[in-house]
DNA sequence: GTCCAAAGTGACACTCGTGTCACTTTCTTT
DNA sequence: AAAGAAAGTGACACGAGTGTCACTTTGGAC
């Protein structure tokens, strides 16, 4: 290193992540993230070829994140201590939820499209370190065998995007949540 | 009307909607707009001051279409047909969810933002419409009465969002997902 | 047939963000 | 201290989309 660099990637993806979810996707702007970083624009097109490029990167960053946080749940024995740590992982980390929607929006060029399949790929890869985890609750008689676990996890990772209009408190909004996810909503007859 | 319009509100309104599910938010422009109602772009600025004030009153009028479909639901009697139509009725607008994330893209410019308002109001309007539902549903004893109003209606209207990444059939699908919110992914002890 | 008001046109000026690149700065190496 | 490699700068060209406006077209009213 010839220089020393003036910020580094992890102070780069935080500004990232802080201007998507405040700006959105077509809000974000490299000069906007080159002020944030005090630096110039041209310093950021050093290190990316171009927006999407950058995106891309973090995008697949955060997943991977997410998913290393996730896999933690072999470490819990039990189907129930699962299924309460699942909730808790996702539910601590709403803002990754946000960022989907933006993902969606990230407008691919022809070439350097390896990082496109690798963020693709990502939500698949969480779906079979989950499959684990529904299958042995369908094994273990915990969860009903008759719906496709598909359905479930699609159902759970939904959750967090249900928006709290009325302020309800975290703790009540996750229990109720929870408890609809479990038993559903219907008083058991 | 001293010259035959070229084309119709309702033209216009589903062309909106065709470019924007197609190209999102930020690849919407007027020139797409135009070209495909066969006008000019000035024509449209007859009408809308700018895009955005045109895109805002496209969302309030899909929504309140929306809202109409939904009153509906008073002409159904009894818990269960009633929660059944609300599942129909809300997995037939699928596209109307996937509306949703880039109506919150909308940049509102400081002038004219009655439209905004109204946009901002319409979820909590019709939320007031099927509060009723709930509420019945939990006075019957069918409906769990510790868990919020907001939270239920929260659950339905998030669920017709979950991806069917595996392409489960529409039937199948919605059967689960009913099947979950009533009575939850646990088998009862 | 003339008038006029609404509908439509397209060229124009403007803004904003992108990506590039020759150049400067800073530090390490020898 | 000279060389050179990596980091950073800012002016530039460019493209795309916006919104405006003087002008043309159309068709009913009189």
Redesign the pocket.
């Known amino acids: ?7 580094s990637t992890s102070d780069l993806f935080q500004s990232v992540k802080h201007i998507l979810l405040q700006h959105g996707y077509d809000g974000f ?3 906007l993230l080159a002020d944030r970083l005090e ?5 950021l ?2 290190y990316y ?4 490029e950058l995106i891309t990167q973090f995008m697949v960053y955060e997943m991977e994140q997410f998913i290393d946080e996730l896999k933690e749940i072999n470490s819990h024995t039990g189907f129930e201590p699962k299924f309460s740590f699942l909730m808790e992982t996702i539910f601590n980390k709403t803002e990754l939820h946000q960022l989907i929607p933006i993902a969606k929006q990230i407008k691919h060029h022809p070439d350097g499209k390896e990082n496109k399949d690798k963020l693709e790929k990502l939500p698949l890869e969480m779906y079979r370190y989950l499959q684990d985890f529904i299958s042995t609750g369908k094994k273990e008689g915990k969860l009903k065998s008759h719906i496709p676990d598909s359905v479930m996890l699609g159902m759970i990772f939904q959750s967090v995007a249900i928006p709290n209009h009325f302020g309800i408190p975290k703790a009540e909004w996750i229990a109720s949540i929870k408890d609809i996810l479990s038993d559903g909503m219907f008083v058991s007859r």
Not at 1 to 7: G, I, P, S, T
């Open positions: 290193m010839a220089r020393e660099r003036k910020f702007t490299i000069s630096v110039s624009r041209g310093a097109y050093k070829d171009n927006k999407d």
